[in-house]
């Protein structure tokens, strides 16, 4: 079973960045996944922001996010990471991390996601 467990939330003004990590246990093959961030602002579906191969590769980003945002992965492939730049107050919501095993989808309609974290508030104010 694969948890995840994010920190690393909290407030900033506009402009201020912020690094979200996602510690992920429980692979049966760390190779094997994509490992994305999402977000849920209130009132708002949930929308992929981020995400990549733990294998390796081009990482994939929204178009809301991209230059601002980078997803990473330590050596050990056990923590995710989100650094978060230019925080915008439209960028206000909870931010989960979330891992499915190959095969998987990173954008698009993501498909269902299978791991989830319990998420991290992330609040940009004006």
């Not at 939330?9 to 979200?20: E, M």
């Not at 995710?80 to 439209?90: F, G, K, W």
């Amino acid at each position: 079973q694969v948890q995840l467990v994010e920190s690393g939330g909290g407030s900033v003004q506009t402009g201020g960045s912020l690094k979200l990590s996602c510690k992920v246990s429980g692979y049966t093959d760390s190779s094997k996944y994509c490992l994305a961030w999402f977000r849920q602002a209130p009132e708002k579906k949930r929308e992929g922001i981020a995400g990549l191969y733990s294998r390796g590769g081009e990482p994939y980003y929204d178009v809301s996010v991209k230059g601002r945002f980078t997803i990473s992965q330590n050596n050990a492939k056990d923590t995710l990471y989100l650094q978060m730049n230019s925080l915008q107050p439209e960028d206000t919501a909870m931010y989960y991390c979330a891992a499915h095993l190959l095969p998987c989808m990173l954008g698009g309609t993501w498909g269902n996601y299978k791991y989830w974290g319990q998420g991290v508030q992330v609040t940009v104010s004006s």
